[in-house]
């Protein structure tokens, strides 16, 4: 079974500052993985959704998927406080109808 | 106009009772999904459905129950709830994207308490 974990658990970052998220996941075999925006009492919104090594932006998000490493990375350019939220990464099992979470890292952007 | 949508968004009930959790989509997907989310948990597969007639048992299925009677329409249901399935509950529909490409969309989700 997939195991999906995410540091830090909390990140605080000025406004417009960058900020990286980081996902680490033990079968290097999947090939779904995509990052999540949760915020507080909402459902979860697609940021991002990679298939293949290397990066994919989307507008301000960028996702960069190591499998060789086992880890998929998040980068926030210019953050606002809107940003603040919970993000979670998923990744797919070897069945790529289910996706495995991690339990997400609590973003804080201060003005 | 939401495409997935959950109802209720609220629900408290009581040890013992029985408790369904309704969830409808528009996306015209053939899979749909449940979880529950809880601190330190992320999000947890409990069942999930790849068409009409269809359930699976997710990660943590113990407890609870599914049922898809149309392609719009999949349901959790708590047969006997207990205070440990206090939590939110979401749920998604999904569809390939081509190849092994895939993606999952999700309800707003319901918050439920067992008193």
């Known amino acids: 079974q997939q195991k999906v974990q995410q540091s830090p658990e909390s990140l605080t970052v000025s406004e417009g500052a960058m900020a990286s998220l980081n996902c680490t996941f033990s079968?290097?075999?999947?090939?779904?993985f995509r990052w999540y925006r949760q915020h507080s009492g909402k459902g979860l919104e697609v940021l991002v959704s990679?298939?293949?090594?290397g990066e994919k932006e989307e507008g301000s998000f960028t996702a960069h998927l190591n499998r060789a490493s086992l880890h998929v990375f998040l980068h926030i350019r210019e953050p606002q406080p809107s940003d603040s939220a919970l993000y979670l990464c998923?990744?797919?099992?070897?069945?790529?109808?289910?996706?495995?979470f991690g339990s997400g890292t609590k973003l804080t952007v201060e003005p | 106009e939401a495409a997935v949508t959950q109802s209720p968004r609220n629900k408290v009930a009581v040890t013992g009772g029985k408790v369904t959790l309704s969830c409808n989509q528009t996306?015209?997907?053939?899979?749909m999904y449940w979880y529950r989310q809880d601190t330190g948990h992320g999000l947890r597969l409990i069942h999930y459905?790849?068409?009409?007639?269809?359930?699976e048992k997710g990660d943590i299925p113990d407890g609870y129950k599914a049922s898809r009677p149309s392609q719009e329409n999949f349901s959790l249901i708590l047969e006997l709830a207990t205070p440990s399935q206090t939590s939110v509950y979401f749920c998604?529909?999904?569809?390939?994207?081509?190849?092994?490409?895939?993606?999952?969309?999700f309800g707003p989700g319901t918050r439920l308490t067992v008193l």
């Open positions: 998604a529909s999904g569809d390939a994207l081509g190849g092994s490409s895939y993606e999952q969309y």
């Open positions: 079968d290097r075999s999947s090939d779904n």
């Open positions: 990679i298939f293949s090594d």
């Open positions: 998923a990744v797919s099992g070897t069945n790529y109808n289910v996706l495995y």
């Open positions: 996306n015209n997907h053939n899979n």
């Open positions: 459905s790849y068409g009409v007639g269809s359930t």
